[in-house]
């Protein structure tokens, strides 16, 4: 069994920055690719960022590219997803999920083992 615990969410304007923290427990961290989703009011959940349980494979989704920044702390068993230049269209529960398969790095909800609860993150104009 893997836990998740997503935090870092909140309001934030447009242009702004934030840092989501996923923090994991129950299993050996540094045998987990860990990836972030995102799911919009209305929406489908989508891919935006993964990382290898090496955090030497990184993957991100076009939205994400640029300005995005997946990375981990085995020594704290946590994943960061900084996320910079901030737009509305951001707007959505993040969530992390954990991969007991792969190396890297799925883009599909299916290939992963475990979720979070999700942080709400919204973006003000």
């Known amino acids: 069994q893997v836990q998740l615990v997503e935090s870092g969410g909140g309001l934030v304007q447009a242009g702004g920055s934030l840092r989501l923290s996923c923090a994991a427990s129950g299993r050996s961290f540094s045998s987990l690719a860990i990836a972030w989703f995102r799911q919009a009011p209305g929406k489908g959940r989508e891919f935006v960022a993964a990382i290898s349980w090496s955090g030497r494979t990184t993957d991100y989704s076009d939205s994400a590219k640029g300005r995005g920044a997946i990375s981990r702390d085995d020594a704290k068993n946590t994943v960061y997803l900084q996320m910079a230049d901030l737009k509305p269209e951001d707007t959505a529960v993040y969530y992390c999920?954990?991969?007991?398969?792969?190396?890297?790095?799925?883009?599909?909800?299916?290939?992963?083992?475990?979720w979070g609860r999700g942080t709400q993150v919204t973006v003000s104009s």
């Open positions: 999920a954990a991969d007991l398969q792969r190396h890297c790095c799925g883009r599909l909800e299916g290939e992963y083992d475990y």
